[in-house]
DNA sequence: CCTGCACATAGAGTGGGCTTATGGGCGTGG
DNA sequence: CCACGCCCATAAGCCCACTCTATGTGCAGG
């Protein structure tokens, strides 16, 4: 205290600051919604003072009135439509982070105990997990996330009902149903000179750049090794597809990286994707289960919401 | 106070408790980043003590450990892995967010100023905002929204540099290119007579069912009227998206929404689309500007943005 | 005109998160 | 081999933000 502040000009820092908290955005479209302060409030469990103050400061904090305001109730403004827009996507994906959180705690007295590769509980399980949820409120999920190896292992000691893995091939024991097809892509900053290629990249080509990674032993890895014909050349290796993903959009280099993980980067073209020419980089998304138990109960409705999904 | 506390079971009240705060998100991605809570609290100018906590905090909330501590750094945990792509999401919506409000708010002395329709305000320019800051850090946009007519007036009146419509005209006066195409798409909940339909919905009979809709003066109801040759019927006239979104999840009713709007609700089959025979829901996205005077300066890269990025 | 619902304001209490100050492991280089 | 760097943890105090209760004002409808 007393010491200037400082603001960290570039740098993503301070998005907490400038962006409402996830009970203040619950709480707009709570507004939206039901179209009164009160209701909104009684909603959430809250009174309507502290959701009279809560919407006026962050009407504040943005610098923009959200809603108008009337004896017989509360209405969008236009910019407040926008916003309430924006915060809906910042509402879906917490919904999809506390639906897997839920999941990863849960652990015991679970009723459907699902093991899955990291590609897949990083980007599908938490949306299967909420159309669960919607179907069947009462069913308690877990989740254990590893390799095929790991996750062939928990079906066949009975520690999981339902399995999914995204490798080349079916760990033995077990059947299976594809499920999706995912391809890997190689990406780079845009000011890469990759960036601008238009005749696509060889095989060789990838081969002996170094790329940044993820760790060894992720699936993701595996695929890319085979289809090398070799090991890739790590220039970092890094523990996350996050890590990963903040690396290439700064600039360090070049990476290989599951189509599911990319959406918003590549459409914003904070990523740009490079074409590659003589590598087959796709591989099977598979349900698995032990060999000749199909699948009930719960799991049979999971499984059943993920092919009806699968592209 | 006193009183027993009251959960709110099925409903979604309550995100704000389970899920950690953007700050604490914030904080987890630095870390992953970083490889060290101290580092990490450096770059988003806080002690170390205060990121220790706050991690720890976070881990007790979500009942998992996030992160292995070492003497050495910090390195996240399989479950952490997870977690923290998931909470990578959470951030990118609230980028967005902050991209579109920080235009919302500018409205003065910014450099670039930008009309655009509700639809493409909504659910593109974000993405556009944090691509064109990653480019030209400098550029202060404004944004408003509003239909065809708004965007063409402010255009002509000089009061916007570029502008962004999705008629199924182009207003006079102003040049145009087509930037993308975009489907609207009959929807209802998992539950609905429809969501079973094979054989596609007939236009007559789309307009003689109660649909729940946007109110009057929206672009997309527009195009819907016209497609059906008449007015449709409303069941509920809704003033967001976000609350018509809302409506037909919880089985009120179907709806025609923009497929912009629907791609998390589609996959993870909260809504499911009907399909529809004999009309036309389909049109084109288009960046406009005064007839003669081509985009120079940050709408000629906001511009080449799009064109770039669009399907 | 009075009742009901809408929102606003005022003042008090509380807790979460921050800071400073300290202490204990592990590595590294003189 | 010791000392200095980095890493993390704990403790104690401060402070602000959010909440609640209690009240006031405006509009609609019987």
Do not use: C
Not at 48 to 60: K, L, N, T
Not at 185 to 213: F, K, N, Y
Not at 291 to 307: F, M, Q
Request: hydrophobic share 45%.
């Amino acid at each position: 205290m007393g010491v200037a502040e400082q603001e960290f000009p570039g740098f993503s820092g301070g998005l907490g600051r400038r962006v409402p908290e996830l009970g203040a955005l619950e709480l707009l479209l709570a507004v939206a919604r039901l179209g009164s302060l009160g209701r909104a409030a009684r909603e959430l469990g809250i009174t309507q003072p502290a959701a009279s103050s809560r919407i006026r400061s962050m009407e504040r904090q943005l610098g923009v009135a959200l809603v108008d305001r009337s004896p017989t109730g509360s209405r969008l403004t236009d910019a407040g439509a926008l916003v309430t827009d924006w915060a809906q996507r910042i509402v879906e994906a917490a919904e999809a982070f506390d639906a897997g959180a839920q999941a990863l705690r849960d652990r015991r007295d679970s009723r459907l105990r699902v093991a899955a590769s990291m590609t897949i509980a990083e980007y599908l399980l938490p949306g299967w997990l909420i159309a669960l949820r919607a179907q069947r409120p009462d069913t308690a999920v877990s989740l254990l996330a590893g390799n095929s190896a790991v996750v062939a292992e928990r079906l066949l000691a009975d520690e999981a009902d339902l399995g999914f893995v995204e490798g080349l091939s079916v760990p033995t024991g077990l059947d299976s149903a594809v499920i999706a097809h995912d391809r890997l892509i190689v990406v780079t900053a845009p000011g890469h000179p990759w960036a601008r290629r238009r005749r696509p990249l060889a095989a060789a080509e990838l081969a002996s750049t170094p790329l940044i990674l993820r760790e060894k032993g992720s699936g993701t890895r595996q695929v890319l090794d085979a289809a090398l014909g070799g090991l890739a050349r790590p220039l970092i290796e890094l523990s996350s597809t996050t890590a990963v993903k903040a690396s290439v959009v700064s600039g360090a280099g070049p990476a290989v990286l599951s189509e599911l993980a990319l959406g918003e980067e590549l459409s914003a073209r904070r990523l740009v994707s490079v074409p590659v020419a003589d590598v087959r980089l796709s591989r099977a998304l598979r349900a698995v289960w032990p060999a000749g138990h199909r699948p009930a109960g719960p799991a049979r409705d999971l499984l059943s919401l993920t092919v009806a999904s699968g592209g």
